[in-house]
């Protein structure tokens, strides 16, 4: 059974840094397509990063090019999002998120991923 755990939200003040991580487990991670994604109240959810099998291509919303940075560890089976320069409309919940088809082109469309976390809160006071 796939499980996506994620962990590291929180608050902090414009400017800050969080660096959120989704641990993975129940299925072959390396093989598979993982992103981020974020949801306002009353939002749809939106893509914010996405990721390779092996960690060579990255793809990012155009809101957040330059600040965050996706990355994963296949050995631990971890994803992982370093969010810099936050400002209060990153304000939101975050989810992690995997493909569990082969993944063969990289997108952002949330629709081609299959399993997601419960999400983390983050929290950008101003």
């Known amino acids: 059974q796939v499980q996506l755990v994620e962990s590291g939200g929180g608050s902090v003040q414009t400017g800050g840094a969080l660096r959120l991580s989704c641990a993975a487990s129940?299925?072959?991670?390396?093989?598979?397509?993982m992103g981020w994604f974020r949801q306002g109240p009353g939002k749809e959810r939106e893509a914010v990063a996405a990721?390779?099998?092996?960690?060579?291509?990255?793809k990012y919303a155009d809101s957040v090019k330059g600040r965050f940075t996706i990355s994963r560890d296949n050995v631990k089976n971890m994803l992982y999002l370093q969010m810099n320069s936050l400002k209060p409309e990153d304000t939101v919940m975050y989810y992690c998120?995997?493909?569990?088809?082969?993944?063969?082109?990289?997108?952002?469309?949330?629709?081609?991923?299959?399993?997601w976390g419960q999400g983390t809160q983050v929290t950008v006071s101003s």
């Open positions: 998120a995997t493909t569990l088809n082969r993944c063969l082109v990289l997108v952002l469309d949330k629709s081609q991923y299959n399993s």
């Open positions: 129940g299925y072959t991670m390396s093989r598979n397509c």
């Open positions: 990721i390779s099998p092996g960690g060579a291509s990255t």
